[in-house]
């Protein structure tokens, strides 16, 4: 197998600094890919948090004439994984009290542009000839806006090496005000509809589906989605041009942190092979939410955020029906304020039956999948999803909306995919409150028959839900970039 060297430039990575499903995909990928012999290095910004735990780091490079940017420099570490991290230390942009992209009030910072110019120019710079470093990687994988004109730095760059993009939300696209392309560096013809501009602004992430030699997103579905107009978002018809450069991959979930036969989270660890202790951990969970103690009526989890894209307007608006079944509900989630208030009066109209948790509980999200019986999950759209991965490793069929990664990665439970194994949830079309009820009085029916349930979630648990598989696909991705195959 051909080595191959890759910059991977993310604008988070877990568990250094983490505000959604980007963070765990660049702190996952970059060692599934180290694992099968890439050599690849993680660039990042020098956040507060990122350069508060580096344990120890060499200076490898000072950025004092990047045009239109203040002096930065670069910094070489490690992972705790022992993958090689390089961070873009800027004080000026960088270290600040809030998050990657908003103060502390919730506001994006005003000088986004400048912030994700400087990452994806020095990605750039990274890649190509000039770059001051003795490693050259063979190809720049990208991600997501913030890493979007990395693409069209190293197109404009000579003895550049090619360049990648991953699409983690189509909905977050970094758009700024047409001068921004001067202010940045970038030649004035570039922008134009044949390149980043995007009605009347400039756009981080057209750029980089506009330039980058192939682009990838987070789940085979999802890639035939975003080539239409509902989930689209103004670039679908750029995505359909170049639909033979658009490759979607399945995330992996990391199965030494989701694992019940070792989870530390647990009342009780589990595994495929011996289920009894699944049921300590409904009863936990039940007494931990206030839910009675009832082992035989089933036991619906959600962990997410309340919004309208994950569709819990849904599910709390046919709650009171649910009940009737019966089900038991436990929820945990922050978001719409006024989504997080019908679940709080939900959960005292419906003491003992509903109980939720406004807020983020790590140790929770654990227990609510392995206590669960089933797992809720009617978004909207879903790129990818890991919820509904971790739900099948854990025995706990998922509920969801066919869209995205989670058509991808469910099989809906009928009479035919139970019989050839290949069963593992629950699935429905046409996103409804009734669609969304039928589909769960459906899995409750299914439920009191404890030898169909059993083959289903043991279906779940033999799923192969690993990074090395996404891995393997990401490597064909590189060598067919390359060249190599």
Same mark, same amino acid.
């Given at each position: 197998?051909?080595?191959?060297?890759?910059?991977?430039?993310?604008?988070?990575v877990a568990p250094l600094v983490k505000t959604g499903g980007l963070a765990d995909v660049s702190g996952a990928l970059p060692a599934a890919l180290r694992a099968l012999g890439t050599d690849v290095r993680v660039l990042v910004p020098g956040y507060n948090p990122v350069i508060a735990q580096l344990a120890q780091y060499q200076v490898v490079a000072q950025f004092d004439e990047l045009p239109g940017f203040p002096s930065s420099r670069l910094l070489s570490g490690a992972l705790p994984s022992g993958v090689p991290l390089l961070v873009l230390d800027c004080p000026s942009l960088y270290q600040r009290e809030g998050g990657p992209y908003q103060n502390v009030h919730g506001k994006d910072w005003a000088d986004n542009a400048l912030r994700f110019g400087l990452?994806?120019?020095? %990605?750039?710079?990274?890649?190509?000839?000039?770059?001051?470093?003795?490693?050259?990687? @063979?190809?720049?994988?990208?991600?997501?806006?913030?890493?979007?004109?990395?693409?069209?730095?190293?197109?404009?760059?000579?003895? %550049?090496?090619?360049?990648?993009?991953?699409?983690?939300? &189509?909905?977050? $696209?970094?758009?700024?005000?047409?001068?921004?392309?001067? $202010?940045?560096?970038?030649?004035?013809?570039? +922008?134009?509809?044949?390149?980043?501009?995007? +009605?009347?602004?400039?756009?981080?992430?057209?750029?980089?589906?506009?330039?980058?030699?192939?682009? /990838?997103?987070?789940?085979?579905?999802?890639? !035939?989605?975003?080539?239409?107009?509902?989930?689209?978002?103004?670039?679908?018809?750029? &995505?359909?041009? *170049?639909?033979?450069?658009?490759?979607?991959?399945?995330?992996?979930?990391?199965?030494?942190?989701?694992?019940?036969?070792?989870?530390?989270? &647990?009342? !009780?660890? +589990?595994?495929?092979?011996?289920?009894?202790?699944?049921?300590?951990?409904?009863?936990?969970?039940?007494?931990?939410?206030?839910?009675?103690?009832?082992?035989?009526?089933?036991?619906?989890?959600?962990?997410? !955020?309340?919004?309208?894209?994950?569709?819990?307007?849904?599910?709390?608006?046919?709650?009171?029906?649910?009940?009737?079944?019966?089900?038991?509900?436990?929820?945990?989630?922050?978001?719409?304020? %006024?989504?997080?208030?019908?679940?709080?009066?939900?959960?005292?109209?419906?003491?003992?039956?509903?109980?939720?948790?406004?807020?983020?509980?790590?140790?929770?999200?654990? $227990?609510?999948?392995?206590?669960?019986?089933?797992?809720?999950?009617?978004?909207?759209?879903?790129?990818?999803?890991?919820?509904?991965?971790?739900?099948?490793?854990?025995? /706990?069929?998922?509920?969801?909306?066919?869209?995205?990664? &989670?058509?991808?990665?469910?099989?809906?439970? /009928?009479?035919?995919?139970?019989?050839?194994?290949?069963?593992?949830?629950?699935?429905?079309?046409?996103?409804?409150?009734?669609?969304?009820?039928? /589909?769960?009085?459906?899995?409750?029916?299914?439920?009191? @028959?404890?030898?169909?349930?059993?083959?289903?979630?043991?279906?779940?648990?033999?799923?192969?839900?690993?990074?090395? *598989?996404?891995?393997?696909? +990401? *490597?064909?991705?590189?060598?067919?970039?390359?060249?190599?195959?």
């Amino acid at each position: 197998m051909v080595e191959l060297k890759v910059l991977f430039a993310t604008s988070e990575v877990a568990p250094l600094v983490k505000t959604g499903g980007l963070a765990d995909v660049s702190g996952a990928l970059p060692a599934a890919l180290r694992a099968l012999g890439t050599d690849v290095r993680v660039l990042v910004p020098g956040y507060n948090p990122v350069i508060a735990q580096l344990a120890q780091y060499q200076v490898v490079a000072q950025f004092d004439e990047l045009p239109g940017f203040p002096s930065s420099r670069l910094l070489s570490g490690a992972l705790p994984s022992g993958v090689p991290l390089l961070v873009l230390d800027c004080p000026s942009l960088y270290q600040r009290e809030g998050g990657p992209y908003q103060n502390v009030h919730g506001k994006d910072w005003a000088d986004n542009a400048l912030r994700f110019g400087l990452l994806s120019r020095v %990605a750039a710079l990274l890649g190509s000839s000039a770059s001051p470093l003795a490693w050259h990687p @063979d190809l720049v994988h990208c991600n997501d806006w913030q890493t979007g004109l990395a693409p069209a730095f190293l197109h404009f760059e000579p003895g %550049a090496a090619p360049g990648i993009i991953s699409i983690h939300n &189509l909905a977050f $696209q970094g758009n700024f005000p047409p001068e921004t392309v001067q $202010q940045l560096g970038l030649p004035p013809s570039c +922008y134009s509809i044949d390149g980043v501009e995007f +009605y009347g602004n400039m756009s981080f992430l057209k750029a980089g589906l506009f330039y980058a030699d192939h682009i /990838t997103t987070v789940s085979p579905n999802y890639a !035939r989605e975003i080539q239409q107009e509902q989930l689209g978002f103004g670039m679908q018809g750029l &995505l359909a041009r *170049r639909s033979s450069s658009l490759t979607g991959i399945l995330n992996g979930i990391d199965t030494d942190e989701w694992n019940p036969a070792t989870d530390s989270h &647990l009342a !009780r660890t +589990y595994s495929r092979a011996k289920m009894s202790g699944k049921a300590a951990n409904k009863k936990a969970l039940q007494k931990k939410l206030g839910l009675d103690s009832e082992p035989d009526i089933p036991l619906l989890g959600v962990v997410s !955020r309340f919004t309208h894209q994950k569709g819990l307007d849904l599910l709390l608006e046919i709650a009171p029906r649910l009940i009737e079944l019966p089900v038991q509900l436990a929820m945990l989630g922050t978001g719409d304020a %006024a989504m997080q208030k019908t679940a709080k009066d939900l959960s005292h109209l419906y003491p003992g039956q509903i109980g939720v948790m406004v807020g983020f509980d790590e140790g929770l999200s654990h $227990q609510i999948e392995a206590g669960a019986d089933m797992f809720v999950m009617p978004s909207r759209f879903e790129p990818c999803g890991l919820n509904q991965l971790y739900s099948q490793r854990y025995g /706990t069929p998922p509920i969801v909306h066919a869209t995205g990664g &989670l058509a991808d990665s469910v099989v809906d439970c /009928t009479a035919a995919t139970l019989s050839d194994g290949t069963a593992s949830g629950f699935s429905f079309d046409g996103m409804s409150a009734e669609n969304l009820y039928g /589909t769960i009085a459906r899995a409750v029916g299914l439920y009191q @028959d404890k030898r169909k349930w059993s083959a289903l979630c043991n279906n779940c648990m033999a799923k192969d839900f690993s990074w090395q *598989r996404s891995a393997e696909a +990401y *490597r064909a991705v590189y060598a067919k970039v390359l060249g190599h195959g």
